[in-house]
Nanobody, 121 residues
Framework: QVQLVESGGGLVQAGGSLRLSCTASGSIFSIETMGWYRQAPGKQRELVAG???????NYADSVQGRSTISRDNAKNTVYLQMNSLKPEDTAVYYCNMVVRTRAISPTFSFWGQGTQVTVSS
């Protein structure tokens, strides 16, 4: 199996920055896509940023221009740099990776445990 461990969340003032990290371990042949999602209280989980193995990125309109997703393939790690944070960015942030565990196998989706980001006004 594959485990995802996130770090980097916390409490920050509006206008501040945070960098989230998520590292995968376990039976990994390749990582097809990496992404960050968030879920605020009473709301559905939403995509924040995604990154394909080919390097294509996509961002939610709400974070476009303020956030950057990147990856370190050697470390099986994905990062989310968030700047100019706003109170509405407050949520639990989840890492997601779509992984191939063997050369010839279907892909599987794995989630991290979530990390709280709180932005105070």
């Amino acid at each position: 199996q594959v485990q995802l461990v996130e770090s980097g969340g916390g409490l920050v003032q509006a206008g501040g920055s945070l960098r989230l990290s998520c590292t995968a371990s376990g039976s990994i042949f390749s990582i097809e896509t990496m992404g960050w999602y968030r879920q605020a209280p009473g709301k559905q989980r939403e995509l924040v940023a995604g990154l394909t193995s080919g390097g294509r990125t996509n961002y939610a309109d709400s974070v476009q221009g303020r956030s950057t997703i990147s990856r370190d393939n050697a470390k099986n790690t994905v990062y989310l740099q968030m700047n100019s944070l706003k109170p509405e960015d407050t949520a639990v942030y989840y890492c997601n990776m779509v992984v191939r565990t063997r050369a010839i196998s279907p892909t599987f989706s794995f989630w991290g445990q979530g990390t709280q980001v709180t932005v105070s006004s």
